[in-house]
């Protein structure tokens, strides 16, 4: 009988015990409203660990996201701000969106730039494209004659706040595309082995392309319930460690750095569990940079335990060599 438990369960485990434990030290905690808030407020960072899951199950990393994500939707109401219809400004945001990850996956895919490198340079790149041709502010608001836009981040449908249904309709729509579609399948396989991929006929340099692509919309979207969740757009989240909160949200649910492996309810748990964290800190008042070490010690020690259960090679995978 094995009794061992993969990671993904540990954090489950972890989050429930974190969640009793608050329960039990908080009073309000484990009240409806709270949880209703405790999950709204992760939802963004849950749909993002959605995007950053794809690109690393398909063995990349995406530091620019987060910088595609404001800049986007920021260059949106900007537009809108000047007088163009908002559908037809966040129609050109999620273009632009588009254009970015179609850029990434072809430096990485095709010129073979290493994932973290090319999203590093593409995020700066964009942040400061964005700040200096298309819009000179560091915050654009949301107008206020955009209604339908506000209600994606502050309605309230069957007494559950709007953004949880969007975190979970990307939910299940990146788990039906990784489970059931033929382009999910090859996503994996070429995350597992990309030469083995390309042996079998699977198009791996297209596919890596796509899963950019993916990240970047699904990154736009969530800029979107951002934007309506408080009315504007901070354009320095770029330059904040968000998109650490988001390779943590991934990495500590368990999907491999490795590639080719985990899912999107990887991605649920451990958005789960840092949410359960972050609201329970905040209750305590403690201090956003003692959160910051935390959370830096909780996603160093995510790595090394994944590093340690997914071996990226047969070198790595000897543990007891020196």
């Not at 434990?21 to 407020?41: K, M, P, Q, W």
């Not at 660990?49 to 996201?65: E, F, N, P, Q």
């Not at 934007?227 to 460690?241: F, W």
């Amino acid at each position: 009988m094995n009794l061992r438990l993969s990671q993904e369960q540990i954090v489950f485990g972890l989050a429930v015990m974190l969640c009793i434990g608050f329960a039990i030290a908080l009073d309000g905690f484990l009240t409806t409203h709270n949880i209703l808030n405790l999950v709204r407020s992760v939802s963004i960072l849950g749909i993002l660990g959605v995007a950053m899951g794809l690109v690393v199950i398909g063995r990349g990393i995406d530091l620019s996201l987060v910088a595609v994500m404001a800049i986007s939707v920021a260059w949106s109401l900007q537009l809108a701000a000047s007088g163009m219809p908002l559908l037809y400004a966040l129609a050109l945001g999620f273009l632009f969106s588009l254009v970015v990850g179609l850029i990434n996956g072809f430096l990485i895919a095709y010129v073979e730039i290493p994932p973290i490198f090319a999203t590093l340079a593409m995020g700066t790149l964009v942040y400061g494209f964005g700040r200096y041709f298309l819009f000179n502010l560091d915050v654009l608001y949301v107008p206020d004659d955009a209604e339908y836009m506000i209600w994606f981040g502050q309605g309230v449908l069957f007494g559950i706040p709007v953004p949880i249904f969007l975190f979970a309709a990307v939910c299940f729509g990146a788990y039906i595309f990784l489970r059931y579609t033929r382009y999910g399948r090859y996503l994996r396989a070429v995350g597992d082995n990309q030469l083995a991929a390309r042996i079998t006929g699977i198009p791996a340099r297209p596919i890596v392309v796509m899963q950019y692509m993916l990240s970047s919309q699904i990154g736009f979207i969530a800029g979107i319930i951002t934007a309506a969740s408080v009315l504007s757009m901070n354009t320095r989240i770029a330059n904040s460690t968000f998109i650490y909160d988001v390779i943590l949200v991934v990495v500590l649910g368990g999907i491999g750095l490795s590639g080719g492996r985990g899912g999107i309810r990887n991605v649920i748990v451990g958005t789960l569990l840092i949410g359960i964290l972050l609201n329970g800190m905040t209750i305590m008042d403690i201090q956003y940079t003692v959160q910051n070490v935390i959370k830096g010690v909780i996603l160093l020690s995510a790595i090394v335990i994944d590093t340690i259960l997914n071996p990226r090679d047969e070198q790595t995978a000897q543990q007891g060599d020196i």
